[in-house]
Every structure is written in C-alpha cells, then in structure tokens.
C-alpha cells in the first residue's frame, strides 16, 4: 500500500505567486492603500503638551495686549499733559522769582578756645536781601524762610524771615538777623576758618535759603512746593573793633532750585 504525502496546514511561509514563481527576480507588489479613495486621513489626536503650549501662547499673547495698551494709555496721558502745561505756558508764562543779596555785615565773629582744647564759634550776621516776582498774572505765598550762612560747609550763623505775598510786578526786601552762640567745632573747621580768614579776598561766605511757595493764579491755587535759593560770591572778614565789618557782595549771584519729593528722594 503506497503511502500518500498530504501539504502541511500550517505552511512555514507564504507561498509565492504566480508572477513570483514565472519571475523571481522581479520587485514584490506593495498594497495600493495610499491610493484608496475612502481611506480616512490621519489626524493624531493632541497631546497634553500641545494643548499646555497652546495655553502658554494665550497667556503670553494676553500679557503682550495688556502691555500695549498700558503703554498707550500712558503716551495719551503724557500727551495731553504736555498740551496742557503748553495751554498754561502761552496764558500766563511764568518765571521764577529771583533774588539778590544788597548788604552783609559780620557784627560779630569770635574764635575762642576753652581749657579742654574745644573751639567754640560765636557770630552775629546782619543780612538784607530783595526777591523780585517777574510774573504779571502769577503771586507767590512763601512760607517762613530758613537761613543759613556758611563757609566751606561751615555753618557760621543761623536765622528765618517770616513768610510774605509777594504779587505781581512786586519787588520785596528781606532783612535778618543771623546769628550762632558758643558753638562747637571740629578741628577741621577751625583750620579751614582760620586759613580763610587770611586770605585776600576774605571770608567766603554761602546763603541757603529754604522754603515753600504756593503760587495763586487768578482763583487758581497750586500745592505748596519747596525751593532752595543759594547766593555765593560773597566775601567777609572779622569787625575790628565796635563797627561791624561790611562784606563784598559785588559778585553775589543767586540761584533758584525746586525741591520736589518723591517718595524718600529730593530733586
């Protein structure tokens, strides 16, 4: 009895077709999937990373809308305060006050040393200044003024004027009495004095005046602002005798500065 060889159900590979048997050198047909025409196109689903980038740029987005327009708000604001002081400027054109130092006289000027080797200061300053507002629509409220007399940082005597309305066109004299009794100073202070003092020229002597100005324009007031006024070019020397000593004040110029605050800081 011829035994019969039956083909295993389970073939070890796939078998080849006709073409592949007829030409076994020839290129292997791939599937035409990409050409199927009810084929659904790929779309990959969005990530959590996508969807957190697509956060991040609408964040980023509104940060850069909210700095636009900050930015406009402040140029309209500059712009229409720049059109306003322009409007106030061509109405009334106002200037600073000036003022002038007439006359300083050093009625008293002493430089004593006590037993424990410490230097004390004794002065006593006659001083008459003007202060002129050039304005014709704008007065000036001053408050009380401080002054000071120095020399080289050296403060020589001390004094204040009470405050005045000086109104348009207005010119107004300032007399005060400075003065300074038994104060102490530093070895420094008596050598720059003393190496002053013989000098040609004299004395080198500073006015700082301090104080706060409202100006009033029509029924228009204004907060109160501090200025500093600074005289320099004034040269003195001690009184010989009883008659007070006159200082040269042919040189003495004066200069105005505003002193705004803003916050902890002075400009």
Not at 162 to 188: A, C, E, K, R, Y
Request: proline residues 6%.
């Amino acid at each position: 009895m011829t035994d019969r060889v039956y083909p295993s159900a389970k073939p070890n590979g796939t078998a080849p077709t006709a073409t592949t048997a007829a030409n076994p050198n020839a290129a292997p047909v791939k599937n035409q999937i990409y050409n199927n025409p009810n084929r659904v196109p790929y779309r990959p689903t969005p990530t959590a990373y996508h969807r957190h980038n697509r956060r991040r740029c609408s964040g980023r987005r509104c940060f850069c809308m909210c700095c636009f327009w900050s930015i406009l708000i402040i140029c309209v604001l500059l712009l229409l305060a720049a059109i306003a002081g322009a409007i106030f400027y061509v109405l009334y054109h106002p200037q600073r006050p000036t003022f002038s130092v007439s006359s300083l006289k050093i009625s008293n000027f002493n430089l004593t040393t006590s037993s424990d080797d410490t230097t004390h200061l004794t002065t006593k300053l006659n001083l008459t200044l003007s202060t002129k507002n050039p304005n014709k629509k704008l007065i000036y409220n001053y408050n009380t003024i401080s002054i000071t007399a120095l020399s080289n940082q050296v403060v020589l005597a001390k004094g204040s004027f009470p405050g005045f309305t000086s109104s348009t066109n207005n010119i107004t004299i300032i007399h005060s009495t400075l003065s300074m009794v038994s104060q102490v100073l530093d070895v420094d202070s008596v050598s720059s004095l003393k190496s002053d003092l013989k000098k040609k020229a004299g004395l080198p002597v500073t006015i700082l005046m301090d104080t706060m100005v409202e100006v009033k324009m029509d029924k228009l007031k204004s907060k109160r602002v501090g200025i500093r006024v600074t005289c320099e070019g004034i040269h003195g020397s001690t009184p010989k005798g009883k008659a007070p000593a006159v200082a040269s004040t042919n040189n003495a110029k004066c200069k105005v500065d505003l002193r705004i605050k803003i916050l902890k800081w002075t400009f």
